[in-house]
T-cell receptor, first 117, second 113 residues
Framework: GAVVSQHPSWVICKSGTSVKIECRSL??????MFWYRQFPKQSLMLMAT?????????EQGVEKDKFLINHASLTLSTLTVTSAHPEDSSFYIC?????????????FGSGTQLSVL | GESVGLHLPTLSVQEGDNSIINCAYS??????FIWYKQESGKGPQFIID?????DKRQGQRVTVLLNKTVKHLSLQIAATQPGDSAVYFC????????????FGAGTRLFVKA
């Protein structure tokens, strides 16, 4: 149980285009999902908290107009990187919480490697 | 976004030896701590967790130690195997900012056969 599916696994796009990444909880309902990004040889940095049916909460320094998050159902959150540029190239990882209101135990997707040319 | 540190130290151990990976966390209000294992190109995988009212917790071949006085966590892996080679992250969760998990710097573990 507690499987999080992330799609696509990798994507290459041209500068200026938009890319959508999907995160699905396959066997549970996730009212809260989290989006992280990870640069090579670095840690995971929290970008935003995605709440079903409401606006996402973004971390300081993360542009909400550039990284659009939609959490329209209890099993799906999407991250859209708008007008992507080479500096947006990174590994994006989503996670969902299963137990309780403290969002403690996270299950992670397999990540999406984004390369912007 | 938040992150605790941006460096990735490396630990190299011989197969069969015990490994100790250390982590310093940032928020004294954190009350839940987790160790994750991340293999190349994959998402993090849960290993073991511990709450702030404990100082030690054991799992299968792994032990987590928590020292709240100095805000330090450690992960001990017994009889390290080649399959343990990965990057290990500590993470902390607190009510600060709304119950979110913040990751530490990570340590790359190499297991030599």
């Amino acid at each position: 149980g507690a499987v999080v599916s992330q799609h696509p696994s990798w994507v290459i796009c041209k500068s200026g285009t938009s890319v959508k990444i999907e995160c699905r909880s396959l066997d549970f309902q996730a009212t809260t999902m989290f989006w992280y990004r990870q640069f090579p040889k670095q840690s995971l940095m929290l970008m935003a908290t995605s709440n079903e049916g409401s606006k996402a909460t973004y971390e300081q320094g993360v542009e909400k107009d550039k990284f659009l998050i939609n959490h329209a159902s209890l099993t799906l959150s999407t991250l859209t990187v708008t007008s992507a540029h080479p500096e947006d190239s990174s590994f994006y990882i989503c996670s969902a919480t299963v137990l309780g209101p403290k969002n403690e135990k996270l299950f992670f997707g397999s990540g999406t490697q984004l390369s912007v040319l | 976004g938040e992150s605790v540190g941006l460096h990735l130290p490396t630990l190299s151990v011989q197969e069969g030896d015990n490994s100790i990976i250390n982590c310093a966390y940032s928020n004294s209000a954190s009350d839940y701590f987790i160790w994750y294992k991340q293999e190349s190109g994959k998402g993090p995988q849960f290993i073991i967790d511990i709450r702030s009212n404990m100082d030690k917790r054991q799992g299968q071949r792994v032990t987590v130690l928590l020292n709240k006085t100095v805000k330090h966590l450690s992960l001990q892996i017994a009889a390290t195997q080649p399959g343990d080679s990965a990057v290990y992250f500590c993470a902390e969760n607190s009510e600060t900012g709304g119950f979110k998990t913040i990751f530490g710097a990570g340590t790359r573990l190499f297991v030599k056969a």
